[in-house]
């Protein structure tokens, strides 16, 4: 984490922290004010994005959130970052927001299974159509931009399987055609790469994996340009969305070690894959490892890390025992959600992955998710070496 937020996150106790050295939880509905000129004052700041100590009312949000709020303006140089109280409705958020009956949202093959719901199920009840792009192929995602197109919205890398995008191409057509971008950030958050400075309108976080890290809290971060702010302030004030102060403080905590875990995320990453890389049974590993594959070199280009979220493709016959080395495994857990502590390991059915119209897995071929945690990474090797055993 670079020096100037380091200082920022020391610096933001002096306000608030009453000697403290942690903010303080601020719950509250009502918000007082001295006078009704103040109160009007401070609405007339909050139109004006000004950045202001608190808000108006405990919907916005309390001294708490604010605190958040200019933490992750400063992580992700952002206009404004809004608030969601899950990673979800984040992307929610960011959609409706952008998109009315009539608009057209092409999207990326991969993006995670309930934005594929949201935009490919509910949004086509209000006539707004998704049109899915292949995220290895660029000019497929050219030949779909019609005048009715209103977003890219672009998940890199792909949920699952993680195919790596030519973002700054993205982004140069997006201008050109004159239509908003938004990016599912997650895998990376802002540590590892800042999609706003690429020229995203908008970056999504599921505050619930790394930016909290430890499992225990769920969020969402919809950092914004000033180019979007009022359409996004518009639908978030209607929407009713509002991260609890608590869940707030939470997540204020994850981001004082975002640095270390991320870093320490990567390095048992590579160890693992070292080992995993020279094993027969694994057939492909999906992660930007490889230096000579086009995904590496795509990922080296825009990003400055990569995270500990990968997938292995086995083949086998015999999808119990396929199960049996995930069941097998000691100290990964079996289950959703990531970014946390623990390592995590699940396998997904191909009809978990939703639709899919440029990826297949063939019949004998099995996809594990592994997440790898901040365990010791010797460890963590031995105990898939052991059930690698079990695959047959
Ligand atoms: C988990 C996840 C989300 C949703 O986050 P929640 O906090 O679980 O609602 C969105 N996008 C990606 C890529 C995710 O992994």
Known sequence: MDK??????????????????????????TILFKTMQELRKHQKDIAKNKDVDHWDYGRQGTQTTVQLQRLLRKLEDAYQVFLTPT??????????????????????DGVYRPTQ????????????????????????????????????????????????????????????????????????????FKPLKLGFDISITSATKYYSGHSDVMGGTVAVSKKVYKRVWWYNHVSGYRLSPDDAYLIIRGIRTLDLRMDKHQENTKKVINFLKSQKKISRILYPYKTSSKEYKL??????????????????????????????????????????????????????????????????????????????????????????????
Request: hydrophobic residues 35%.
């Open 4 to 29: 100037s937020l380091k200082t920022f996150l020391k610096y933001t106790g002096k306000d608030y922290y009453n000697r403290s050295v942690n903010p303080p939880v601020v719950r509250a509905s």
């Open 87 to 108: 990673g979800f409705s984040a992307v929610a958020l960011s959609i409706m927001s952008l998109c009315r009956p009539g608009d057209e949202i092409v999207i990326s």
């Open 117 to 192: 719901k949201l935009t490919d199920g509910l949004l086509k009840e209000f006539n707004i159509k998704a049109i899915w792009y292949n995220p290895n192929n660029f000019n497929d995602l050219k030949n779909k931009i019609t005048k009715k197109t209103k977003l890219i919205y672009v998940e890199n890398p792909g949920s699952n399987t993680f195919e790596m995008q030519d973002l700054g191409k993205v982004i140069s057509l997006a201008k050109k055609k004159k239509i908003y971008t938004a990016i599912d950030n997650t895998w990376a958050t802002a540590y590892f």
């Open 299 to 392: 990922w080296k280009k825009y990003y400055s890390g990569a995270s500990g979220l990968l997938s292995l493709i086995i083949k086998s016959n015999s999808k119990s025992s396929v199960y049996k080395f995930v069941n097998k495994l000691e100290l990964f857990g079996i289950g959703y959600s990531w970014g946390g502590f623990e390592s995590l390991a699940v396998y997904t059915d191909p009809v978990e992955l939703g639709k899919r119209p440029y990826f297949k897995l063939e019949k004998n071929e099995h996809l594990v998710r592994l997440h790898i945690g901040l365990e010791n990474p010797k460890d963590l090797i031995n105990d898939l070496k052991k059930s690698l055993k079990y695959i047959r």
